[in-house]
């Protein structure tokens, strides 16, 4: 177990150096992008319990009016229009949005280390045998890197909420429970990933 840890914490190693290679804006960009996303629900439920404060004093105490929570209301719709479309960003829209970086970006560079093979190296079976085993693992590396962007995304998300449960809410705090077993599974997928690429690791 120690040992399949280890070579997992490897692979990915990696991979994420190799995603770095492959375009660094790239890897910046969906990391911050998946980070602001996962910190929508916590801003909703602050914009929430603004709201909700100011309407309790209006009812207890009579000050105030309805124009001191519209534009708090109009912010918090626009919240929840950004977490109703960023639900879209799951795993399999990761992949597609990566697929030109990594698949394409490691079949690339395979294909340029193939041109380093002497042509009669090429036609022994072993090689052949080890190229296609190689080849059709290419999308592995999207596959992990897809998960991997899911899984910045809810440990962010976990980690505001688990921030803001301490804060405010005790009913947030006992929620967090279930999302960590969502996250679980998602760090599953990643790391069987790595048990994938294994096989391409130099």
């Given at each position: 177990?120690?040992?399949?840890?280890?070579?997992?914490?490897?692979?990915?190693?990696?991979?994420?150096?190799?995603?770095?290679?492959?375009?660094?804006?790239?890897?910046?960009?969906?990391?911050?992008?998946?980070?602001?996303?996962?910190?929508?629900?916590?801003?909703?439920?602050?914009?929430?319990?603004?709201?909700?404060?100011?309407?309790?004093?209006?009812?207890?105490?009579?000050?105030?009016?309805?124009?001191?929570?519209?534009?708090?209301?109009?912010?918090?719709?626009?919240?929840?229009?950004?977490?109703?479309?960023?639900?879209?960003?799951?795993?399999e829209?990761?992949?597609?949005?990566?697929?030109d970086?990594?698949?394409?970006?490691?079949?690339?560079?395979?294909?340029?280390?193939?041109?380093?093979?002497?042509?009669?190296?090429?036609?022994?079976?072993?090689?052949?045998?080890?190229?296609?085993?190689?080849?059709?693992?290419?999308?592995?590396?999207t596959?992990?890197?897809?998960?991997?962007?899911?899984?910045?995304?809810?440990?962010?998300?976990?980690?505001?909420?688990?921030?803001?449960?301490?804060?405010?809410?005790?009913?947030?705090?006992?929620?967090?429970?279930?999302?960590?077993?969502?996250?679980?599974?998602?760090?599953?997928?990643?790391?069987?990933?790595?048990?994938?690429?294994?096989?391409?690791?130099?």
């Open positions: 177990m120690e040992g399949e840890l280890k070579r997992n914490f490897h692979v990915f190693c990696w991979c994420m150096k190799l995603a770095w290679d492959m375009s660094k804006k790239a890897l910046i960009g969906w990391i911050t992008v998946c980070s602001l996303v996962a910190l929508l629900p916590m801003l909703s439920l602050l914009w929430q319990k603004d709201i909700i404060s100011t309407i309790s004093e209006y009812l207890l105490t009579g000050t105030g009016s309805f124009a001191d929570v519209t534009g708090a209301i109009l912010v918090l719709g626009a919240i929840l229009v950004l977490i109703g479309l960023s639900n879209r960003i799951n795993t829209f990761m992949f597609l949005a990566v697929y970086y990594y698949y394409i970006g490691l079949s690339e560079r395979f294909m340029d280390l193939i041109q380093k093979i002497e042509w009669k190296d090429l036609n022994r079976k072993e090689i052949q045998d080890e190229y296609r085993y190689v080849r059709y693992r290419f999308g592995e590396l596959n992990l890197m897809a998960n991997t962007f899911t899984a910045i995304t809810q440990i962010v998300s976990i980690t505001s909420m688990v921030l803001l449960a301490l804060t405010y809410s005790t009913v947030i705090f006992i929620s967090i429970p279930f999302a960590l077993l969502k996250a679980q599974n998602v760090m599953k997928k990643t790391l069987a990933y790595c048990s994938y690429l294994f096989i391409i690791v130099p």
